[in-house]
């Protein structure tokens, strides 16, 4: 099963790009990267998914390495309402999403 | 997208009792649902998968006869937490994938906002 690595905790200036990290070096190749994020005390958030092309939508870009071994989910304009803990999630058997540590994202006015 | 529903958002109760949540699917067909819990300041942690119409499947070390969960429809699944004590208040959250407009094709899964037990 492929897990995934985050750094912990990370801090943006409000407007700059959010860059936040993730390895999955034991991706297989039909597994999906998948990002959600949560506010605190409410469900997980939708972000973004991909295979190994590069994903862009109205929230955020994913960029996947050529290998696959990481991936950078980008945040263009961080708002201070983008605070939240960031899970990027890669290993989906059957559908079922098992979350990592995550990647607490504070966004600083 | 797709709306998960849960209900209640948050309840408290005492030791002993037992407490049920729901977790409805509003405009797909979830023929999959997941139940996830979640301790303060730690990670989602994956309790079980129902299907519509069969038995739950719990993962390790989840008391199936402590957390029972029936998905008798399509659209809705229920948690039940038997005879509460307090190291089970914990925010549960359930997930739902399935077919329809929404669910075919896209691969991710939308979450409901979360029930919080509180047990006393």
């Known amino acids: 099963d492929a897990k995934t690595t985050q750094p912990p905790s990370m801090d943006c200036a409000e407007g700059r790009a959010a860059n936040l990290p993730c390895n999955h070096s034991t991706i297989s190749g039909n597994e999906y990267v998948y990002w959600y994020r949560q506010i605190h005390s409410q469900g997980p958030q939708y972000i973004i998914h991909g295979l190994k092309n590069n994903e862009t939508n109205e929230m955020a870009s994913l960029i996947i390495t050529e290998d696959r071994k990481s991936s950078t989910l980008i945040l263009p304009h961080a708002t201070l309402r983008d605070t939240a803990v960031y899970y990027c999630i890669v290993r989906v058997v059957r559908n079922q999403f098992y979350f990592g540590t995550g990647t607490s994202l504070t966004v600083i006015p | 997208g797709a709306v998960v529903s849960q209900h209640p958002s948050w309840v408290i109760c005492k030791s002993g009792t037992s407490v049920k949540i729901e977790c409805r699917s509003l405009?797909?067909?979830?023929?999959?649902m997941f139940w996830y819990r979640q301790f303060p300041k730690q990670s989602l942690m994956l309790m079980a998968t129902?299907?519509?119409?069969?038995?739950?499947?719990?993962e390790q070390g989840v008391e199936k006869d402590k957390f029972l969960i029936n998905h008798a429809s399509l659209t809705l699944s229920t948690l039940t937490v038997t005879s509460a004590h307090p190291e089970d208040s914990s925010f549960y959250i359930c997930s739902a994938s399935g077919t329809g407009p929404l669910g075919v094709g896209t691969g991710e899964l939308f979450f409901g906002e979360g029930s919080r037990l509180t047990v006393l």
């Open positions: 405009d797909f067909q979830a023929t999959t």
């Open positions: 129902s299907n519509e119409g069969s038995k739950a499947t719990y």
